[in-house]
């Protein structure tokens, strides 16, 4: 059912690497047909996207302005959400509305001993495309995600895309769009929609960044259009690592591993314990509750290839062995839980204490749910309001400060072979601004 | 010599994208020749290494160790930099360390109602490779402004390759690396320097982000490594555009187009003026100074192939050309600059008034000159600590706090479908924590 491995073994390393692998390089069929896709959508816009959308969803649309999906219908949706569940969704909104305004960067400056000035100035993105994947993949809690961060840090033009499969429109997708205050929607999807968001087409606005995931077509036109636009990490599978005392009960231990290894066949869900007769009592839980899961199936599938239990010498070693694995979601299930933070350096989110499961901050703690995943940890970070912000520098030098700072800039300029640079640089020292007013 | 275009002229923006055009299109031929080589560094680390540096840099070592410049070497040509330009160096690294420290971000935290403790964990990289190209296009200025922001994030681990072809060396290169605290120096280049950084050899060890300038096979086998590390944006030719009033000295404005035409013949420098006289002023300096530069032959061909002066009605026209352009360098050499710049939305870095050349920034004002190219200002910064450090959420719920949230959680993964979320949450809720202790 599940891999079991401990960590005094000594092949233990190398069996850890063969469950954490996973292929992320693109199949070379899909990449010729991206690249279709995306030179007929640059080339024909609205007509490539219009049949695309009729071969790929089966949308019988005779005219471009028929794919975007009016605010009235949005807000339709959300005025149709059963009481309990708009309860939730606006405590959600309010929820991570909190915490990322806390990520906000703001402009700043300073004067050095030249009465220069320097400084940051800080820009919304004026245009973003959040991708929402279409029929039962499509979550109102990723879009809550996407959107909130890029409004708070005030882009204002977000336009979302999501394929309506025979017309399949996800409603709580809607609602969500018009709690996450997004501007319009396209009922587009595909490297299709990749692609018309990154050129723009006569009806869909070319956008300056494109956010939010999609099955591999979509990430590979996300590589693919990389520069012409920005894009948020390409997302893999999802993956918690619990590092665990021993001292959580063991069917919390065990769901939490089951609400990762729902999501599909390749969710990842791996515990590290120091205590041997724990393991097995999750591994017994596991087993107990596996058949009360509607998505029994999945979780099967993905437990095995891809779960794991690991007997640890200690928790320290467990801290180890997590920067390694760099976890996407890490939950320190412990009674000293706060202790051991400072020792996990590469981790998406990190989950303390054992009232902490991953499930709250999936929908309603207030960080972000879209994480780093497959070791990527080790250098990007949660998407946030940072991502739709961005910097200019700011360089104000004095008349005084440019022949201070000429000199040296002219110095080593020259030692660098760029005269023109010490030139323009020597122009302000000798100051000619005066004598030729 | 330089193109003249008018923004009353109906054609303008045509005329005006087909000046800003670049194909950053890499090669098939390229994209080949990368992919075998970062295959065979991955298959076979040193030995690949080896026999690629034997043949693209005709450098013969025997063993892999013999690849690492030892630290004595760069110690030494610290030491033998002429006083003058070590002077200036040193002054460069204190103002660039001064404004970098400024971007640092800490870790913070807050409790909600519930006593939840939500958070932010700022973590720095810790391995990154720094790409220096070799030759004569390798800059001792670009590894200030690579490593220093890297080093102020508290990267432990920082580690140089630099190809010496036919063993050439620049020796302000190894007294740069030397001041900016790098940490170990390799000798080698191109896609298999990639390739060895983001899979690590048996010498060179594997990094985690990697940052530098490169030629068309360094940002091919950049792209390609993406994922499995981190990398910067790949850089495209500079580029400059003045908006001036007229009111600066013509020859300055002429030598500050030089100064980014001097780059390469790709480089783009434009000026936006709303005043015809200053314009043909601007262009006879061109005409008049040109003949002194000693890389006159570079600028006659990045000037007239992608350079151009720009009647514009007024500076407010001028700033939204600027916006549409997002340049890497923006100048706003007008007696009123500071007013103009809440107009501006997107460039690299802003130089405020006619002391503030470019060439200041580019040495030693402070900021970093590491900076968006190619319109990409619109969605991206330059490089900064930000660059190095990387984000984890932090979320501790407390007892109170998951019955809270868990009634939110579990109804929005029902909503969804995914039970196993809504059961992690509801055990929490149930309470079952303390009677299973």
């Known amino acids: 059912m599940i891999t079991r491995l401990d960590s005094i073994d000594p092949n233990f390393y190398s069996s850890l690497s063969s469950i954490l692998e996973f292929d992320s390089n693109e199949d070379e069929s899909i990449e010729k047909t991206v690249n279709l896709i995306l030179k007929d959508i640059k080339n024909d816009g609205d ?11 089966r949308l019988n649309v005779d005219s471009p302005d028929k794919l975007e999906i009016p605010k009235e219908e949005w807000i339709k949706s959300l005025n ?11 405590i959600s909104v309010n929820r991570i509305k909190e915490y990322h305004e806390k990520q906000r960067a703001f402009t700043w400056s300073y004067k050095d001993s030249y009465d220069n000035i320097l400084g940051q100035k800080i820009t919304p993105i004026d245009k973003v495309g959040l991708y929402v994947p279409g029929g039962k993949a499509s979550y109102p809690s990723s879009v809550l995600m996407n959107a909130i961060p890029a409004k708070i840090a005030g882009v204002p033009e977000l336009i979302m895309v999501s394929p309506t499969p025979d017309g399949y429109i996800n409603s709580m997708v809607l609602a969500a769009a018009a709690l996450g205050d997004v501007d319009r ?8 929609a990749i692609g018309s968001l990154a050129y723009g087409t006569e009806t869909v606005n070319q956008v300056d960044k494109i956010v939010g995931p ?3 077509y979509v990430a590979c036109a996300k590589r693919k259009v990389f520069g012409t636009v920005g894009i948020d990490m390409i997302a893999g599978p999802s993956e918690i690592l619990i590092i665990c005392d ?10 939490d591993l089951f609400s990762q290894a729902e999501h599909d066949e390749l969710a990842q869900s791996i515990m590290l314990c120091p205590d041997m007769d724990f393991i097995n009592e999750v591994e017994d839980q596991i087993k107990k509750l596996i058949h009360r899961m509607p998505r029994v199936d999945i979780l099967k ?17 467990a801290c180890d062995i997590a920067n390694i694995i760099a976890p996407e979601h890490l939950e320190i299930s412990t009674e000293n839980a706060t202790e051991l933070v400072p020792l996990i350096r590469h981790a998406g989110a990190i989950f303390i204490g054992c009232f902490s499961s991953e499930s709250l ?7 972000n749910h879209v994480l780093p995943t497959s070791r990527t940890a080790r250098f990007s970070s949660p998407l946030g309001v940072y991502d739709f912000q961005k910097r200019s520098s700011l360089i104000n030098i004095s008349e005084k400060g440019s022949i201070g700072l000429g000199k040296i800039a002219s110095t080593l300029a020259n030692s660098e072979g760029l005269q023109a640079h010490a030139s323009s640089a020597q122009y302000r020292i000798d100051g000619k601004y005066h004598d030729s007013k």
């Open 80 to 90: 149709n959400v059963p009481k309990q569940q708009r309860e939730a969704l606006e």
């Open 47 to 57: 007509k490539a996207l219009l049949n695309y959308t009729r071969k790929f969803d």
């Open 246 to 255: 021993g001292k959580t009960p063991a069917e919390w231990i065990a769901m």
């Open 361 to 367: 901050g999936d929908y309603c703690a207030g960080p």
């Open 185 to 192: 929607i396209f009922a587009i999807g595909g490297a299709q």
């Open 301 to 317: 599938k993905s437990l095995s290839n891809r779960g794991a239990l690991i007997k640890v010498n200690n928790l320290s070693e």
């Open 214 to 216: 999609g099955n591999a």
